[in-house]
């Protein structure tokens, strides 16, 4: 089974307007960050998919979360992120993120901005001329249930 095919998988899992939403929303970072690998973590909370410059995950910059009831779109390296109109949730040490009501959240001009920061302050950068790569980094086998 083919990379983009577990996703699928994975995705069918979620309920439809969930799958749905992660879906556009993955398409739209793949315009935003051409070049970008793709690691998948089938994890016990969450399915998620990071995008970084190589297979190495703690330099991944953003991922998209999916739970069971909403969809996060996370900056990995998100603190200290200009945020002037406190888009931006999450108290961690690291880690900031903004919850995708829609797909379209990812076009306002404000997360385009702080997109745009992120992608300048991230530790390697991300080679827009890269080929796109999607990889399926771990599964786990006790998961929480993914639908409501």
Do not use: C
């Not at 109109?85 to 108290?91: A, I, M």
């Not at 302050?121 to 790569?133: E, F, N, T």
Request: proline letters at 7%; a positive charge.
């Amino acid at each position: 089974m083919t990379a983009a095919m577990q996703w699928k998988k994975f995705l069918d899992k979620y309920d439809p307007s969930i799958a749905r939403l992660a879906t556009r929303a993955v398409s739209k970072v793949r315009k935003l960050v051409p070049g970008a690998v793709e690691m998948v973590y089938d994890n016990y909370n969450a399915l998620v998919i990071g995008f970084g410059p190589s297979e190495k995950a703690s330099l991944a910059v953003f991922s998209i979360v999916l739970y069971p009831r909403y969809v996060n779109f996370v900056f990995l390296q998100g603190k200290g992120l200009p945020d002037p109109s406190k888009r931006l949730q999450g108290e961690g040490n690291v880690v900031r993120y903004v919850r995708l009501t829609e797909a379209e959240v990812l076009d306002e001009p404000e997360i385009r901005a702080l997109i745009h920061v992120a992608l300048q302050r991230a530790k390697v950068w991300i080679d827009p001329k890269g080929k796109r790569k999607l990889i399926i980094k771990s599964v786990s086998k006790k998961q929480r249930p993914r639908r409501p």
